[in-house]
C-alpha cells in the first residue's frame, strides 16, 4: 500500500524553501511568492513613483523579472532583499528617466485635473482606531506620506527601507546598491528633513 | 536598530511610519504576472503538482495518468466479440502452456496419462486426427513436435484445437449478445 506524503501547507515554507519550489516549476510556489511580497513591493514602488499607474507597471516588472530568473537566485542572499533591490532599480531608473525628483502629496505632477489629482494623491488608511485617534492618525500618516514624497528619491528609498519595512542598515545597502556609511547618511538626513517637515504637524 | 530609536524627537515619527499602511495592488495583479512568467518545464511542474496541488483539484490522478490508460487500451481490441475471442485464446494457450510446462518439469508420458483418463481409443482418435490436419499447419506443428516430443506436439495442437472452438464460441456469443443489443 503506498505510503502517502505529507507535505507542509505553501504559507508555512521559507522564502527560500517556496523559491526553491519554485525553481522546480511550481505554479502554487509562484504565487505564493506574489501573495508573500505583492503588497511591500508595490506600497514600496507607489511610495517612490506616487503614480498608480506607474506603480502597478513596475510592480509587475519587478516581480516578472524575479520569477523568470529564478534560476539565477543564490540561497545564501535573503530572497526579499534580492526582490527589493529588483524593485528599487528599477523604480529609481524610471524617476531618472522621468527626472522625477520629489513628488506632491496633492496628486502626481503629471496631474492636470482635480480627477487625475485625486487619483494619484495618496490616502492613508487607518486600522481600528477610535474617530478621533484614526483622525490624527490619518492626519500624520497623510503627513508623513507627504514629508516622505518631498526627500530625494535615493533617501525615499533608504528611509523607507529602514522604517516601513524594518531592513538592517546592511540589508539596505545591498538592496540599493550603495556604501553602508552612504546609507546611513542618507537616513541621517532624511529623518533629519523628515522631523524638520513633520515639525508643525506633530 | 537602536540608534533609530534614541533619537527621542525621531522616535514617534519611526513608529508612525511603522503603523503605515501598505497599498493593495489591483485584483488582478497576480494573474498579470503569472500570465507574463515562463513556468519551467511541463515534467518538472507536474512532479511539484503532485505535491502542491493547489489549483486545478478536480482530478489531478485522472489527469496523470491518462497517457498510461491511453497506451494500455492500445493493446484490447475495442468490439466486444473481439474481447471474447482474445480472452478464449489466451485461456486455452495459457492451460496448454502450464499442461506442457508440468508434463516437461514432472517428465510424464502424456500418452500414458491421457490414455489412463480417456482410454486407449481416444488415443487412437488423436494420433489420426493429427495425421489428417493440413499439411502446413501440420508441418509446423509437427516441426515442435519433433522437438519437444510427441506429448508436447499433441499438447499444442489440443491448444490450437481448443482456442479455435473457443473463439468460435466467443464470436457466436458476441453477435447473438449484438443481435438482442439492435
Not at chain 1, 27 to 43: D, K
Not at chain 2, 67 to 77: D, E, G, I
Request: include cysteine.
Amino acid at each position: 500500500m503506498p505510503v502517502a506524503r505529507v507535505t507542509p501547507p505553501l504559507e508555512s515554507l521559507s522564502d527560500a524553501a517556496v523559491v526553491a519550489l519554485a525553481q522546480t516549476g511550481a505554479e502554487p510556489a509562484y504565487r505564493e511568492i506574489l501573495t508573500r511580497y505583492e503588497r511591500p513591493v508595490f506600497s514600496l514602488i507607489f511610495r517612490m513613483v506616487r503614480d498608480r499607474e506607474t506603480a502597478e507597471d513596475l510592480a509587475q516588472e519587478t516581480f516578472i523579472k524575479v520569477l523568470n530568473n529564478l534560476d539565477r537566485y543564490s540561497p545564501e542572499f535573503k530572497f526579499s532583499s534580492w526582490l527589493f533591490k529588483i524593485a528599487n532599480n528599477l523604480t529609481i531608473d524610471h524617476l531618472r528617466r522621468r527626472r522625477i525628483d520629489t513628488i506632491s502629496i496633492e496628486g502626481a505632477p503629471d496631474a492636470v485635473t482635480v480627477e487625475s489629482a485625486r487619483a494619484t494623491s495618496i490616502a492613508v488608511v487607518s486600522q481600528d482606531q477610535s474617530p478621533l485617534e484614526e483622525l490624527e492618525s490619518r492626519e500624520l500618516g497623510t503627513a508623513i506620506e507627504a514629508a516622505i514624497a518631498g526627500l530625494r528619491p535615493e533617501y525615499r528609498a533608504c528611509i523607507l527601507l529602514r522604517h516601513v519595512e524594518d531592513r538592517s542598515y546592511e540589508e539596505i545597502a545591498e538592496i540599493v546598491k550603495l556604501p553602508l556609511g552612504t546609507v546611513k547618511t542618507y537616513i541621517h538626513r532624511a529623518r533629519h528633513e523628515l522631523r524638520a517637515a513633520l515639525g508643525e504637524v506633530r | 536598530m537602536t540608534d533609530d530609536y534614541s533619537d527621542e524627537e525621531f522616535a514617534p515619527i519611526a513608529a508612525a511610519m511603522k503603523r503605515l499602511p501598505y497599498f493593495e495592488p489591483p485584483s488582478h495583479f497576480a494573474d498579470s504576472v503569472i500570465a507574463r512568467v515562463n513556468i519551467a518545464q511541463p515534467a518538472r511542474v507536474a512532479v511539484a503538482r503532485e505535491s502542491y496541488p493547489v489549483r486545478h483539484r478536480a482530478a489531478p490522478l485522472q489527469h496523470e495518468s491518462a497517457p498510461q490508460m491511453a497506451r494500455t487500451a492500445a493493446y484490447f481490441p475495442r468490439s466486444l466479440p473481439a474481447r471474447i475471442a482474445a480472452v478464449a485464446l489466451l485461456a486455452s494457450l495459457s492451460v496448454t502452456m502450464s499442461a506442457v510446462a508440468l508434463v516437461a518439469m514432472f517428465q510424464m508420458d502424456l500418452f500414458v496419462f491421457v490414455a489412463r483418463v480417456f482410454g486407449e481409443g481416444t488415443i487412437a482418435f488423436l494420433a489420426s486426427l493429427a495425421a489428417d490436419v493440413g499439411s502446413a499447419a501440420a508441418g509446423t506443428v509437427a516441426g515442435s513436435a519433433a522437438t519437444a516430443g510427441t506429448a508436447s506436439g499433441l499438447a499444442v495442437i489440443g491448444s490450437f484445437a481448443a482456442g479455435a472452438i473457443a473463439a468460435t464460441a466467443g464470436l457466436r456469443a458476441a453477435a447473438s449478445i449484438n443481435r438482442k443489443a439492435a
